[in-house]
């Protein structure tokens, strides 16, 4: 026995050559994981500034007193830095999820995707647990994101 399809939107009956893949699930998913990942991006941010303010500030003290050596110095540049393209990227990947979830701009949203890419890959620098805890499934939704917005591509305007 045949399985009859029906169009989703109007009710109207579909032969089996006209019926669509239902690729809107897709959009629908990727627009909630990137919006998770840029959540954690906020996470990973809040993990840096803690890390930069624990490592005492070389630029304020003298090196003489506290005897500093260049890996403090990056350190604290580091976690400055990934703080704030943390930051970053939490902003343009809650743009770009709703972007997604809008199907209105295909390009952008894929900037946004890339960004908490950036930072997730950045977190590395941060410390390897922070990695491994948020920076890790970051870079795992928001490439699971890329690819569910590639395969549902035509469906933006």
């Known amino acids: ?81 990934i703080a704030l393209v943390s930051i970053f990227a939490f902003s343009t990947g809650v743009v770009s999820g709703l972007l997604i979830l809008k199907r209105s701009s295909f390009k952008y949203s894929l900037i946004g995707i890339i960004f908490v890419n950036i930072a997730s890959i950045l977190s590395i620098g941060n410390n390897v647990i922070v990695f491994l805890l948020i920076g890790l499934p970051v870079f795992v939704l928001s490439l699971i994101t890329m690819i569910f917005t590639i395969h549902s591509k035509e469906f933006f305007k």
């Open 1 to 81: 026995m045949k399985k009859r399809v029906y169009c989703s939107e109007c009710g109207k009956k579909i032969s089996a050559k006209e019926k669509k893949s239902n690729k809107k699930g897709f959009i629908i998913s990727a627009g909630i994981l990137i919006i998770i990942a840029a959540g954690l991006c906020m996470a990973l941010s809040g993990s840096a500034f803690l890390n930069a303010v624990n490592t005492p500030n070389p630029y304020y003290y003298n090196w003489d007193h506290y005897n500093y050596n260049s890996y403090d110095w990056i350190q604290y540049e580091m976690n400055l830095v």
